[in-house]
Each structure stands twice: as structure tokens, then as C-alpha cells.
């Protein structure tokens, strides 16, 4: 895990200042513009506090790299 992937757990366990709720035609954009840095990390507690949203992100874009690590890893031992 890397130290963006940490801070995104750790802003996603933060307590928003308003809620939102993100609609599932915008995940793969705003996920591009997470990745890219392109968010605040006051924009970022908000949108993580989005459970459904948190839990989509985690497992497209750090469960899933965590996964293609290990195999790479496995594949040169």
C-alpha cells in the first residue's frame, strides 16, 4: 500500500462537514480526478464518507492494485 492509498483510508474515516452523495454515472471520473490529485482533502472526507462510494473505490482502486502486486511478486519468486 502506498501512501496515497493510506491517506485516502484515513480521510475516508474522518468525519465530513456535510454529507454527499455521489451517483454511480460519476464514479469512474471522479475516481480519474482522485487518482490524479485533482481534489481537495476537505472534497475528499465529504465523497469517501459515501459509504457506497467508499466501498466501490477501495475495491476498484486499492484492493485491486494490492492484488496485482502480490501476483507480480509471486510471478518473480
Given at each position: ?38 481534489i ?16 466501490w ?21
Amino acid at each position: 500500500m502506498n501512501t496515497q492509498q493510506r491517506t485516502w483510508i484515513v480521510l475516508s474515516k474522518l468525519p465530513p462537514t456535510r454529507r454527499v452523495k455521489i451517483d454511480t454515472y460519476e464514479y469512474e471520473s471522479l475516481a480519474e480526478d482522485l487518482l490524479q490529485d485533482k481534489i481537495s482533502y476537505n472534497s475528499m472526507i465529504e465523497i469517501f464518507n459515501d459509504r457506497i462510494y467508499w466501498r466501490w473505490f477501495y475495491k476498484h482502486h486499492i484492493e485491486s492494485k494490492e492484488n496485482s502486486q502480490v501476483n507480480i511478486l509471486q510471478i518473480k519468486n
